[in-house]
């Protein structure tokens, strides 16, 4: 899958044997996790014989605000006619946002970047993959999306990703009896709080009543606790506003490794080699580091556990 920096442009082309009738392809995008359109049905431009291209890039020139601002999985649908006949085709992309750019690691190591610098984005790429695994959490940014979870019967609700702002929730969102249950443009309507996690990082992995809500009708409505067979559609800012400090000084680490070989042995886990005759000692605890152990401390407290019911 391709991938593409988020807040830059990317330009998609769809190649088809001959032009479909009326010259006409329209595309739409999505972004995947949320299931929310991003742009909606927009035409694309000919540039030669079943050739078209679409370009999503700021959405108003000059803005510096770029449909492809949030992280994560793209979708985009192409729409064409031939014959009578309807067809979509479908492309996928990913954004990202890198966890230390080219001009902050070569500032640091200069000496590498006369030898490194056209493949600076694949030693990039592979480190953020590293860390997204070891910690089991992306460090992207994913802003003003809406998704629908289900109530549990407690006073707070686990989210999916951490979240950094709370704008609006519905409880059993799309019924006749819905309820706007916080908003938190309205002073009258402030029920949920993000829950501080150890650390005290701006992203919180929980949402939950307060203790003293508001006199809105919908409180006496709703109770105080999100329940279960309900769904909650939260809208928000989610993942990290911006990578953290220690997520940026481990991938500095781990890439200046990669381009010095010094995680060669690391990640084969050797841990000892003997010469007079051959010996390689691994390390019991294969999977569980980054490699280097200056990273795995930086990232501890970025580390989330996730465990599995057995029932």
């Known amino acids: 899958m391709d991938e593409v920096q988020a807040n830059t442009s990317k330009t998609l082309t769809?190649?088809?044997s001959a032009d479909p009738v009326g010259n006409d392809v329209t595309a739409v995008l999505t972004h995947s996790w949320s299931g929310e359109t991003v742009l909606d049905s927009t035409n694309c431009t000919r540039t030669g014989a079943g050739t078209y291209t679409i370009t999503y890039g700021e959405k108003a020139a000059g803005s510096g605000n770029?449909?492809?601002e949030a992280g994560g999985e793209h979708e985009v649908t192409f729409t064409y006619t031939v014959g009578s006949t309807v067809y979509t085709s479908t492309q996928y992309f990913f954004v990202y946002e890198p966890y230390i750019s080219s001009a902050n690691f070569f500032a640091i190591h200069s000496g590498l970047q006369s030898a490194f610098s056209a493949s600076y984005a694949t030693y990039e790429k592979k480190v953020r993959r590293i860390i997204n695994t070891y910690c089991g959490q992306d460090f992207y940014s994913f802003p003003?999306?809406?998704?629908?979870?289900d109530g549990n019967d407690s006073l707070a609700l686990h989210l999916p990703k951490p979240m950094y702002t709370l704008s609006t929730v519905y409880a059993d969102y799309g019924d006749s009896d819905q309820l706007l249950i916080h908003d938190s443009?309205?002073?009258?309507n402030i029920n949920l709080e993000k829950v501080r996690s150890f650390g005290n990082f701006e992203s919180s992995w929980h949402i939950r009543f307060k203790n003293k809500t508001t006199t809105n009708v919908n409180k006496r409505l709703m109770g105080d606790k999100f329940t279960h067979r309900s769904d909650y559609r939260i809208k928000g800012d989610w993942g990290w506003r911006f990578v953290p400090q220690n997520v940026q000084s481990?991938?500095?680490?781990?890439?200046?490794d990669m381009m010095n070989n010094d995680s060669e042995y690391r990640s084969h886990r050797i841990i000892d080699v003997s010469l007079d005759t051959t010996r390689?000692?691994?390390d019991a605890d294969f999977l569980g580091t980054t490699g280097n152990t200056e990273a795995d401390i930086l990232l501890m407290d970025y580390t989330t556990y996730v465990m599995d019911y057995v029932v």
């Open 144 to 149: 003003n999306k809406t998704i629908t979870l």
């Open 14 to 16: 769809l190649t088809l």
């Open 280 to 282: 390689l000692s691994f």
């Open 185 to 188: 443009s309205d002073s009258t």
């Open 250 to 256: 481990a991938s500095e680490i781990l890439i200046a």
């Open 66 to 68: 770029y449909y492809l």
